[in-house]
């Protein structure tokens, strides 16, 4: 254990795809009070008539977020989210992409970074007496792309590089 350090929390973070004006920024996704991840493996199955146990393999994954935030006024990432689940957003117009970037995946003058498209799927609001909430879950709409992450903003937003 000596050698060993602990990852905190904030040493991995998103950031969530505004588009502007045809263009996406990929706003940090600041303000959120969950933001944890369930891989959902799909498992194969089956079992042997010469074997007395069960054989499993995955063979493939539906990664799922789930998500809650205090609303903030003028926070670009809650206003998008808000406006999908009050506007009840469906299909393609539902999709966003996030980028998830390792702090402790140093590479060179960049970060690690998994980029990736989600349906947004609104489930909750206003469920806190102090300050004004969403809750929902991002669902997997398509592959993770693999890349590294860079910004010139003090990481207010990022600019993602897919890796080749």
């Known amino acids: 254990m000596l050698n060993e350090k602990l990852v905190k929390r904030c040493q991995k973070l998103a950031f969530y795809g505004v588009v502007e004006n045809d263009t996406v920024t990929y706003y940090?996704?600041?303000g959120f009070t969950e933001f944890s991840k369930k891989a959902n493996p799909k498992e194969y199955k089956r079992q042997y008539i010469d074997e007395e146990h069960e054989r499993n393999?995955?063979?493939?994954?539906?990664p799922v977020f789930s998500y809650e935030f205090d609303q903030f006024?003028?926070?670009?990432?809650?206003?998008?989210?808000?406006?999908?689940?009050?506007?009840?957003?469906?299909?393609t117009e539902?999709?966003?992409?996030?980028?998830?970037?390792?702090?402790?995946d140093k590479k060179d003058e960049a970060y690690g970074a998994v980029k990736?498209?989600?349906?947004?799927?609104?489930?909750?609001?206003?469920?806190?007496?102090?300050?004004?909430?969403?809750s929902g879950s991002f669902k997997a709409s398509g592959d993770k792309i693999i890349g590294t992450a860079t910004s010139?903003?003090?990481?207010k937003t990022l600019t993602f590089t897919e890796q080749q």
Do not use: C, Q
């Not at 393999?57 to 539906?62: F, H, I, L």
């Not at 006024?73 to 299909?91: C, F, I, P, R």
């Not at 010139?152 to 990481?155: G, P, R, V």
């Open 116 to 134: 990736r498209d989600f349906a947004v799927i609104p489930d909750s609001e206003g469920g806190s007496s102090e300050a004004y909430t969403y």
């Open 73 to 91: 006024d003028g926070n670009k990432v809650h206003s998008d989210l808000a406006a999908l689940a009050d506007g009840e957003y469906t299909g």
């Open 28 to 30: 940090r996704m600041s």
């Open 94 to 104: 539902a999709i966003r992409s996030i980028i998830v970037v390792d702090f402790t």
């Open 57 to 62: 393999d995955v063979v493939g994954y539906s």
């Open 152 to 155: 010139n903003d003090n990481w």
